[in-house]
C-alpha cells in the first residue's frame, strides 16, 4: 500500500502477557518512529529508527519496552510482561529523509489500540 | 507543565462557520511548528509545516499562522465541513541539530461540526 501499515489494529492482553506490534512504512522511507498515545492526549515518542539504527530510545517508559528494525524497513515494538499502564494507541510514523532534516512531515499509521485486561 | 498548550479543549461549531484553534508553546530552541488532523481511530495528517521565518501557511479551508516573537501559533478553518470533525494536534519540532524524538505534541482540540 502506500501508506503506513500498522497490526493488528486492535489487541487485548491480559496483564503480564507479552504483546508485540508490527508496523511496515511507506517503503523507501529511511526514518521510522513509534509514538504512544493515550486516550485524550497527543502521541508522545518513544523511539527512533535511521534504517536498521535506533538512534533514539529515550522515550520508552520502561525495560520492559522493546523496539527493532533489523532490515531497516518492517518495524515491530514489543511490550512485555504488559501492565495496565501500558493500554494506549501505538503509532507509527516514517519520513522519507534522514534525522537533522526537517520540515518534513511524519506519515503516520492508524495505530494499534492495546487494552491490557 | 506542558511545553505546547492548545485552547480551547474542545469545540462545537455548527456546519458552514469558521472557527480558530489556538496554540501557545515554550519550546527552545524552536525548529518548526506543524499542525495536525487526527479523525477517530486514525493516525494524525499533516496540515501545515511552518518554519521560524513564516508567519502563515494555508492549505485549503486550513489557514495556519505563527509568531514566533509571542510563541503563538492559530489554525483557522474557514466554511467548515462535516468532515473537519476530528482532533486538531499542534506540534512543535525542537532544534536539537540532527537528533529525532523532537516533536512536542500538544495534546489536541477537539472540534465538533454540527449539521
Known amino acids: 500500500g502506500a501508506g503506513v501499515s500498522q497490526s493488528p489494529r486492535y489487541k487485548v492482553a491480559k496483564r503480564g502477557q507479552d504483546v508485540a506490534l508490527r508496523c511496515d512504512p511507506i517503503?523507501?522511507?529511511?526514518?521510522l518512529f513509534w509514538y504512544q498515545q493515550a486516550l485524550g492526549q497527543g502521541p508522545e515518542f518513544l523511539t527512533y529508527?535511521?534504517?536498521?539504527?535506533?538512534?533514539?530510545k529515550s522515550g520508552l517508559p520502561s525495560d520492559r519496552f522493546f523496539a527493532e528494525r533489523p532490515e531497516g524497513s518492517v518495524s515491530t515494538l514489543k511490550i512485555q510482561r504488559t501492565q495496565q499502564e501500558d493500554s494506549a494507541v501505538y503509532l507509527c510514523?516514517?519520513?522519507?529523509?534522514?534525522?537533522?532534516?526537517?520540515?518534513?512531515?511524519?506519515?503516520f499509521g492508524d495505530g494499534t489500540r492495546l487494552s491490557i485486561l | 507543565k506542558n511545553q505546547v498548550e492548545q485552547s480551547p479543549q474542545s469545540l462545537i461549531i455548527l456546519e458552514g462557520k469558521n472557527c480558530t484553534l489556538q496554540?501557545?508553546?515554550?519550546?527552545?530552541?524552536?525548529?518548526?511548528l506543524r499542525w495536525y488532523k487526527q479523525d477517530t481511530g486514525r493516525g494524525p495528517v499533516s496540515l501545515t509545516i511552518?518554519?521560524?521565518?513564516?508567519n502563515t501557511k494555508s492549505n485549503g479551508r486550513y489557514t495556519a499562522t505563527l509568531d514566533a516573537d509571542t510563541k503563538q501559533s492559530s489554525l483557522h478553518i474557514t466554511a467548515s465541513q462535516l468532515s473537519d470533525s476530528a482532533s486538531y494536534i499542534c506540534?512543535?519540532?525542537?532544534?536539537?541539530?540532527?537528533?529525532?524524538?523532537?516533536?512536542?505534541f500538544g495534546k489536541g482540540t477537539k472540534l465538533s461540526v454540527k449539521p
Open positions: 510514523a516514517s519520513t522519507s529523509l534522514m534525522a537533522g532534516i526537517s520540515n518534513q512531515p511524519q506519515h
Open positions: 517503503s523507501g522511507h529511511v526514518s
Open positions: 529508527f535511521q534504517n536498521e539504527a535506533q538512534l533514539d
Open positions: 496554540c501557545n508553546y515554550t519550546v527552545s530552541p524552536f525548529s518548526n
Open positions: 511552518m518554519t521560524f521565518s513564516e
Open positions: 506540534v512543535v519540532e525542537k532544534d536539537y541539530g540532527g537528533s529525532q524524538g523532537n516533536l512536542i
